[in-house]
């Protein structure tokens, strides 16, 4: 069996969360595979508020310098290793966060630079929403995980980065959901 990595990427407020939730059911029925479902802000969210509480005094705090310099890599190196291990497994894995450092580097579309199977079959899915339209949302949401990003907007905003064209990227724009668009996206993630 080849395994598979399905990433949900893109800048906060953009519902990479709630279309990879959309998604899972869709792509477990067509690959008739398990797929382990990952997170960042549900597998690190308590850890990382607890660490900022006590470092910082902020536990909503995912976005400062500090939080950037001291914990936002380690992470997403500790969600690398979940997904090694369920791969290596035999479990499918979907992940859902920013990622936009990893795919601008290009880590994302190498397996071998991930310590996957080299047949790991990758596909990354970045959502598409204007930066007005994702602050609409993210004020919207009401998440104090966003308080920094909001208090600081100019300064967050200069970190949005328009992702490399690579083969296994694959785009949706989330401005308004179109349930044919989505289908064709998925097939795409699923090709």
């Known amino acids: 069996m080849i395994p598979h990595l399905i990433l949900f990427a893109g800048h906060a407020g953009v519902g990479k969360t709630t279309l990879a939730k959309k998604a ?68 499918n894995v979907i992940l859902v966060g920013p990622f936009s450092k990893e795919i601008q580097s290009g880590l994302f579309f190498d397996p071998v630079q991930l310590r996957l199977p080299e047949s790991t079959h990758i596909r990354v899915a970045w959502i598409d929403l204007s930066q007005e339209e994702a602050k609409r949302r993210i004020q919207e949401r009401n998440d104090s995980r966003d308080l920094w990003k909001l208090s600081h907007w100019s300064e967050y905003a200069k970190r949005r980065v328009e992702p ?14 179109d349930e044919e668009q989505f289908n064709l996206f998925l097939k795409q993630l699923m090709g």
């Open 164 to 177: 490399p064209t690579h083969p296994h990227l694959i785009r949706f724009d989330n401005t308004v959901f």
């Open 24 to 91: 899972i059911a869709t792509i477990m029925a067509k690959a008739q595979g398990c797929y382990c479902f990952l997170d960042k802000d549900t597998v690190y969210g308590r850890y990382s508020s607890k660490v900022m509480a006590l470092t910082t005094g902020d536990g909503n705090d995912r976005d400062s310098p500090f939080y950037l310099e001291h914990l936002r890599d380690q992470e997403y190196l500790g969600l690398f290793d979940i997904v090694r291990e369920n791969i290596e497994l035999g479990v």
